[in-house]
């Protein structure tokens, strides 16, 4: 039998911070969610109105914009990058923080002056959202669209500059590479699949058990 709910979550950084949230809103996954060896997809949990899909982080807001999931957690990064009318992120979770940047090789970079620009030529996951934040600036970029492996585009000169999602640095410092100039902050937002929110009880009442949990954290 399967759930009424679908809950999309994302592989990658953000999945070890989730969980503690799912956990105290009531969501356990299954045993064999923890199973790396797993090649499964969907899971049960200790609800058994409520399974997890654990997919790429691009294609969480893809699964709740289109109804197939209700629920999902996802960056800022992404609900930018695609803007779905169909999803509504009603709670921050304060979790996954990192920065959406622009970068460049460290030499380039020591002359490169990012007010001066009126034309970039940018390799980047996020085309759509690079797009709009140069163009409010007045400059017109170019994007390359990459899905991975961004740090490597300068040195093989595919671009000079790149648009890709900054914890640490560390990766950037290892390529040679320098950020000069910052879109935005990201963090992690709860997403539910509006005509969901709206028609079904079952999935406001765990939307409002997040914000509970947040406000509490933030009250602490």
């Not at 999902?72 to 979770?93: H, K, M, Q, T, W």
């Not at 040679?176 to 509006?194: A, G, P």
Request: aromatic share 6%.
């Amino acid at each position: 039998m399967t759930a009424d709910v679908v809950f999309a979550i994302p592989k990658g950084r953000i999945l070890d911070e989730a969980l503690p949230i799912l956990a105290e809103a009531g969501i356990i996954p299954s045993e064999d969610f923890h199973d790396k060896n797993s090649r499964a997809l969907r899971f049960s949990t200790n609800n058994p109105n409520i399974d997890i899909i654990r997919v790429r982080a691009f294609d969480v807001a893809t699964f709740v914009a289109h109804g197939a999931a209700q629920l999902g957690i996802v960056g800022s990064d992404v609900l930018e990058e695609f803007r779905y009318s169909e999803i509504y992120a009603p709670v921050d979770l304060d979790i996954g923080h990192c920065r959406l940047s622009v970068a460049a090789p460290a030499d380039f970079a020591a002359t490169d002056d990012p007010s001066e620009w009126s034309h970039v030529r940018i390799a980047t996951k996020y085309p759509n959202f690079t797009r709009r934040h140069f163009e409010s600036k007045g400059v017109q970029a170019e994007c390359v669209k990459l899905n991975g492996a961004m740090e490597i585009a300068p040195a093989l000169g595919l671009t000079r500059r790149i648009v890709d999602l900054v914890s640490t640095g560390g990766t950037l410092k290892a390529n040679n590479l320098v950020e000069v100039d910052k879109l935005c902050d990201v963090t992690s937002r709860l997403i539910v699949n509006r005509a969901a929110f709206k028609t079904r009880p079952e999935i406001l009442a765990i939307v409002e058990r997040f914000r509970e949990i947040m406000g509490g954290r933030a009250s602490d």
